[in-house]
């Protein structure tokens, strides 16, 4: 077991720092005196968090701390807490960790028995949901869903019968098909597109999933997706084997793969599409 008391010891910290998502007037006072107080900062990009620094007449030394060199860059900065110095560690714009890099570096710092602290601040995803006039408990964060389509509408029928309240990110490139892959999937439920969330453009697009499909081209900005989450009783358990085995049959008797479970999946009321994913990893193609 592992029992932190933050202010009730000597360690070096590891401070974990919300950065504005777009209005800088979000910058807490304590985050400006937690940066002003350590030695090193480490940032995504150094660039970015320079222009943030400087705005707040903050010196400290910056590092890059990035998706591609995450492990390298988290045992050099438990180096540095070994050396006895606290270290700040930011985003571009939100919450480190959360659809951010961060999760390296404090498992390790946790694991090496230093303090890790999170400081207050601005977070998009609880900016949307709140917003959003949707039911905000209880919520799943999902963060960004994979931009190819085959893996993002893989994960929607994952989420398809959970109960809570979803919450998505989405580059603004891929929101009309996320949306349209989204609506295909759970229906037209009620959902809520805010973006550009704390600055002059901020939008909350409301309404239904259909809706917001044909309300979300040319849109641009950074992407909060909220959408209900389901109504429905769970779906009973299936025995795919079985049907499985009755796709076969059909395929011997001279059906096509695809008619096969199409017919089968009409015959029992279940998705050919779900069916279809257990039979092409049944045949070792998924």
Same mark, same amino acid.
């Given at each position: 077991?592992?029992? *932190?008391?933050?202010?009730?010891?000597?360690?070096?910290?590891?401070?974990?720092v919300p950065t504005?998502?777009?209005?800088?007037?979000?910058?807490?006072?304590?985050?400006?005196?937690?940066?002003?107080? !350590?030695?090193?900062?480490?940032?995504?990009?150094?660039?970015?968090?320079?222009?943030?620094?400087?705005?707040?007449? $903050?010196?400290?030394?910056?590092?890059?701390?990035?998706?591609?060199?995450?492990?390298?860059?988290?045992?050099?900065?438990?180096?540095?807490? /070994?050396?006895?110095?606290?270290?700040?560690?930011?985003?571009?714009?939100?919450?480190?960790?959360?659809?951010?890099?961060?999760?390296?570096?404090?498992?390790?710092?946790?694991?090496?028995?230093?303090? !890790?602290?999170? !400081?207050?601040?601005?977070?998009?995803?609880?900016?949307?949901?709140?917003?959003?006039?949707?039911?905000?408990?209880?919520?799943?964060?999902?963060?960004?869903?994979?931009?190819?389509?085959?893996?993002?509408?893989?994960?929607?029928?994952?989420?398809?019968n959970y109960p809570?309240?979803?919450?998505?990110?989405?580059?603004?490139?891929?929101?009309?098909?996320m949306l349209t892959?989204?609506?295909? $999937?759970?229906? /037209?439920?009620?959902?809520?597109?805010?973006?550009?969330?704390?600055?002059?453009?901020?939008?909350?697009?409301?309404?239904?999933?259909?809706?917001?499909?044909?309300?979300? *081209?040319?849109?641009?900005?950074?992407?909060?997706?909220?959408?209900?989450?389901?109504?429905?009783?769970?779906?009973?358990?299936? /025995?795919?084997?079985?049907?499985?085995?009755?796709? *076969?049959?059909? $395929?011997?008797?001279?059906?096509?793969?695809? /008619?096969?479970?199409?017919?089968?999946?009409?015959?029992?009321?279940?998705?050919?599409?779900?069916?279809?994913?257990?039979?092409?990893?049944?045949?070792?193609?998924?």
């Amino acid at each position: 077991m592992n029992r *932190q008391k933050s202010f009730e010891n000597d360690k070096p910290t590891l401070y974990l720092v919300p950065t504005p998502i777009g209005n800088l007037s979000e910058m807490s006072p304590r985050a400006i005196e937690i940066l002003k107080s !350590v030695p090193v900062i480490a940032c995504e990009d150094t660039r970015t968090s320079g222009q943030l620094l400087k705005h707040f007449d $903050i010196h400290a030394r910056l590092i890059a701390y990035q998706n591609f060199n995450e492990e390298s860059s988290s045992k050099g900065i438990v180096n540095l807490l /070994d050396q006895g110095m606290s270290v700040a560690l930011i985003s571009d714009a939100g919450y480190p960790l959360v659809s951010d890099p961060g999760q390296t570096v404090v498992s390790l710092a946790v694991a090496s028995g230093y303090n !890790v602290v999170p !400081v207050s601040g601005p977070s998009a995803l609880l900016n949307g949901l709140v917003a959003s006039g949707l039911i905000v408990e209880p919520f799943l964060f999902a963060g960004f869903l994979p931009a190819g389509q085959n893996e993002r509408r893989k994960m929607l029928r994952y989420y398809r019968n959970y109960p809570m309240t979803l919450v998505f990110y989405e580059a603004p490139h891929r929101i009309e098909k996320m949306l349209t892959d989204a609506y295909e $999937i759970f229906g /037209d439920r009620q959902a809520c597109l805010a973006r550009e969330l704390t600055k002059m453009h901020e939008e909350f697009l409301r309404g239904t999933l259909g809706e917001l499909v044909h309300a979300c *081209q040319d849109l641009r900005g950074e992407m909060v997706v909220v959408i209900a989450g389901s109504r429905e009783d769970p779906a009973p358990d299936i /025995d795919y084997s079985h049907l499985l085995d009755q796709v *076969q049959q059909a $395929i011997a008797a001279g059906m096509s793969a695809r /008619d096969a479970v199409r017919s089968i999946a009409a015959a029992n009321g279940i998705s050919k599409n779900d069916l279809y994913e257990h039979y092409l990893k049944k045949e070792g193609r998924a």
